[in-house]
């Protein structure tokens, strides 16, 4: 990746955390603080390993992806909006009755959607279905998935786990969002499910673990999932990240994983961010 590509993905990032920002606060509801750690993720995906199409969001032969931790939907609405899918302005219709963008992902209203979630667990059930099914049908298809890791307490997710690893599901990409905190405080106080690793190795899965907000490590990691084709085994990589990520006065903070910011709030994220896109456009 070239330094000029890396910048782009950067202030990309940027429009996204706005977009978080300014949609959870017109619809004074949503989940800003894991839309936050994934947003380095969401972009990379979108702008570099995504086989899609903005213009034909459908198109049978485009790899999909699955929010499996369907409650960050402000981020991944964000992304698809800068990417073309829809308009960055729909993003203020965020939760509104009548509007394409509800508080979890839906399929049938949100151009780029390809799976509607939100019960946690059930997403990477249905991306295990996705990828059986292109494997089944000879077709050239990857999928991916993000989960939390509060989500890794839910039993299904170890059931699909188990599946894909039977079905040598080596075209299936999961991904854990290890920001460490969920609604309820620390997940480790929660549910403890550490050693995630050796959890995923033991289930027959290839592990990658990466800073989550490293553009480099992120390339190298989705690179490692391709060259893993043919080895029969799902690729899940561990990224660890902070949630609330680039605003300060979210960062890891639990309180923020279902808060909307007030007025004040958003204009001193806002303002955070404007410089942080000053500084990433100063650079040489």
């Not at 429009?15 to 993720?41: D, M």
Request: aromatic share 8%; net charge negative.
């Amino acid at each position: 990746m070239t330094p000029n590509e890396k910048k782009e993905l950067r202030l990309f990032a940027v429009k996204v955390r706005e977009g978080i920002l300014r949609g959870t606060h017109a619809a004074k509801s949503g989940h800003p603080g894991g839309s936050l750690s994934s947003t380095e993720y969401f972009t990379y995906l979108y702008n570099k390993e995504l086989r899609i199409d903005p213009k034909n969001p459908q198109d049978p032969t485009r790899d999909r992806f699955v929010l499996s931790k369907g409650h960050v939907a402000p981020g991944l609405y964000a992304t698809l909006a800068n990417r073309g899918f829809f308009p960055v302005e729909e993003l203020l219709t965020l939760r509104r009755i009548g509007s394409r963008l509800q508080g979890h992902p839906n399929m049938n209203l949100t151009p780029g959607v390809d799976m509607s979630t939100g019960s946690l667990g059930q997403g990477i059930s249905a991306a295990a279905g996705m990828a059986k099914g292109a494997k089944y049908l000879g077709r050239d298809i990857n999928v991916y998935a993000l989960l939390g890791d509060g989500e890794l307490a839910e039993g299904q997710v170890w059931e699909a786990t188990m599946f894909s690893a039977h079905y040598g599901l080596d075209n299936l990409c999961l991904t854990v969002d290890v920001n460490g905190l969920q609604i309820d405080g620390a997940t480790k106080d929660v549910m403890n499910t550490a050693p995630i690793d050796q959890k995923f190795e033991a289930f027959g899965c290839h592990v990658v673990t990466i800073d989550g907000h490293d553009y480099d490590a992120l390339e190298g990691a989705f690179r490692t999932f391709r060259e893993n084709h043919g080895s029969g085994k799902p690729t899940v990589i561990l990224m660890r990240t902070v949630k609330g990520k680039d605003i300060s006065f979210m960062e890891n903070n639990a309180g923020w994983h279902g808060k909307a910011p007030n007025d004040e709030e958003l204009a001193k994220g806002l303002e955070e961010l404007a410089a942080i896109r000053k500084r990433i456009e100063e650079e040489a």
